[in-house]
C-alpha cells in the first residue's frame, strides 16, 4: 500500500490481485498548503513565472510525440494537431502527470509517486523527457522558489532514490507556494499544450495565429479534465492511450527528427 504523510488515510482503489494495481492511502482531509515562499497573496505571479515559456526547461525541444504523426502525414493542419492536442490533454496529461500532481497534493509519498510514474511512462523518450525538464525545474526553483520540500525532493533525487519527474516537481514548487490544487493543475496542462503548440507552429508549420486559436480550443479541454481529475481513482494512474504511447515509442527510430521526443 503506498504511504501518505500523514496517520490519518483511507484506501481507494484495488488490491494488486484484484485489478493489477497498487493501492494508494490518501489522507481523509486535504494537506494544508505549505508557507508560501511569495506570500499567500503573491502566489499568482509566482504561478506565472513558473508556467512561462519562457522559464528554461527545455520544453522546446521536445514534441511527446506527435511529431511521429506529422512524420506519417496524420497530422498535417491545423484541425489535424487540434485533434491530436484534444486527445493528448484528455488521455496522456489526464491520467499521468495530471493525476500525479494531484495525489502529491492528498500527501501520497514523494519517493512512491516518482517510482510509478518512472513505471507508467513506458515510452523511454517521454520518460527522459520528464526527467529532463524535471531536473531543469528543479535547478531553477532550488535558486529562484527555495523551499523545504523542494531540498527534500532534490535531495532524494540527488541520492538515487528519485528520479525527479516534471510534474512532480511543479507540484512541489506549487504547493510550497500555497497555489491551490486546481489552480496549479490547469496552470500545468495549460503550460504543456502551449509549449507542444509553439512546437507544432515550427514542425508542421503553421501560422501564429492558427496557434492562438488551437490554445483557446485547448482551455476548454484544460477546464474538462481540471475538473475530472478530482474524480478518478489510484487505479487511473498510468492509464493513457496505447495508440499515443506506441507513436511516441515508434519517434526514436524515426528517419528525420526535429525534436528529442
Same mark, same amino acid.
Given at each position: 500500500?503506498?504511504?501518505?504523510?500523514?496517520?490519518?488515510?483511507?484506501?481507494?482503489?484495488?488490491?494488486?490481485?484484484?485489478?493489477?494495481?497498487?493501492?494508494?492511502?490518501?489522507?481523509?482531509?486535504?494537506?494544508?498548503?505549505?508557507?508560501?515562499?511569495?506570500?499567500?497573496?503573491?502566489?499568482?505571479?509566482?504561478?506565472?513565472?513558473?508556467?512561462?515559456?519562457?522559464?528554461?526547461?527545455?520544453?522546446?525541444?521536445?514534441? $511527446?510525440?506527435?511529431?511521429?504523426?506529422?512524420?506519417?502525414?496524420?497530422?498535417?493542419?491545423?484541425?489535424?494537431?487540434?485533434?491530436?492536442?484534444?486527445?493528448?490533454?484528455?488521455?496522456?496529461?489526464?491520467?499521468?502527470?495530471?493525476?500525479?500532481?494531484?495525489?502529491?497534493?492528498?500527501?501520497?509519498?514523494?519517493?512512491?509517486?516518482?517510482?510509478?510514474?518512472?513505471?507508467?511512462?513506458?515510452?523511454?523518450?517521454?520518460?527522459?523527457?520528464? $526527467?529532463?525538464?524535471?531536473?531543469?525545474?528543479?535547478?531553477?526553483?532550488?535558486?529562484?522558489?527555495?523551499?523545504?520540500?523542494?531540498?527534500?525532493?532534490?535531495?532524494?533525487?540527488?541520492?538515487?532514490?528519485?528520479?525527479?519527474?516534471?510534474? $512532480?516537481?511543479?507540484?512541489?514548487?506549487?504547493?510550497?507556494?500555497?497555489?491551490?490544487?486546481?489552480?496549479? $493543475?490547469?496552470?500545468?496542462?495549460?503550460?504543456?499544450?502551449?509549449?507542444?503548440?509553439?512546437?507544432?507552429?515550427?514542425?508542421?508549420?503553421?501560422?501564429?495565429?492558427?496557434?492562438?486559436?488551437?490554445?483557446?480550443?485547448?482551455?476548454?479541454?484544460?477546464?474538462?479534465?481540471?475538473?475530472?481529475?478530482?474524480?478518478?481513482?489510484?487505479?487511473?494512474?498510468?492509464?493513457?492511450?496505447?495508440?499515443?504511447?506506441?507513436?511516441?515509442?515508434?519517434?526514436?527510430?524515426?528517419?528525420?527528427?526535429?525534436?528529442?521526443?
Amino acid at each position: 500500500m503506498l504511504s501518505t504523510r500523514t496517520s490519518s488515510s483511507v484506501t481507494l482503489g484495488t488490491a494488486a490481485g484484484e485489478g493489477g494495481c497498487a493501492r494508494f492511502a490518501v489522507p481523509t482531509t486535504p494537506q494544508p498548503p505549505s508557507p508560501a515562499t511569495a506570500g499567500a497573496g503573491n502566489y499568482q505571479l509566482a504561478l506565472q513565472q513558473l508556467v512561462d515559456s519562457a522559464l528554461p526547461t527545455g520544453a522546446f525541444a521536445h514534441s $511527446l510525440g506527435f511529431e511521429t504523426y506529422v512524420d506519417a502525414g496524420v497530422v498535417a493542419d491545423e484541425a489535424g494537431f487540434g485533434t491530436w492536442l484534444s486527445a493528448f490533454i484528455s488521455q496522456s496529461l489526464t491520467y499521468s502527470d495530471g493525476l500525479a500532481i494531484r495525489f502529491f497534493y492528498e500527501g501520497v509519498d514523494l519517493e512512491e509517486l516518482d517510482s510509478l510514474l518512472s513505471a507508467s511512462l513506458l515510452p523511454r523518450q517521454v520518460r527522459e523527457a520528464s $526527467l529532463k525538464m524535471g531536473g531543469r525545474l528543479l535547478e531553477i526553483g532550488a535558486e529562484v522558489f527555495p523551499s523545504s520540500a523542494l531540498e527534500l525532493y532534490r535531495d532524494l533525487v540527488t541520492r538515487g532514490q528519485a528520479a525527479g519527474h516534471q510534474p $512532480l516537481a511543479f507540484a512541489v514548487v506549487a504547493r510550497s507556494l500555497g497555489v491551490p490544487l486546481q489552480e496549479a $493543475l490547469a496552470a500545468y496542462l495549460f503550460a504543456t499544450a502551449t509549449s507542444l503548440t509553439q512546437n507544432a507552429v515550427r514542425a508542421i508549420p503553421l501560422g501564429q495565429n492558427a496557434g492562438q486559436r488551437l490554445l483557446r480550443q485547448a482551455a476548454d479541454g484544460v477546464a474538462a479534465v481540471v475538473e475530472q481529475i478530482p474524480h478518478l481513482t489510484p487505479d487511473d494512474l498510468g492509464a493513457v492511450s496505447p495508440g499515443l504511447e506506441i507513436s511516441q515509442m515508434r519517434h526514436e527510430r524515426q528517419r528525420a527528427r526535429m525534436f528529442m521526443s
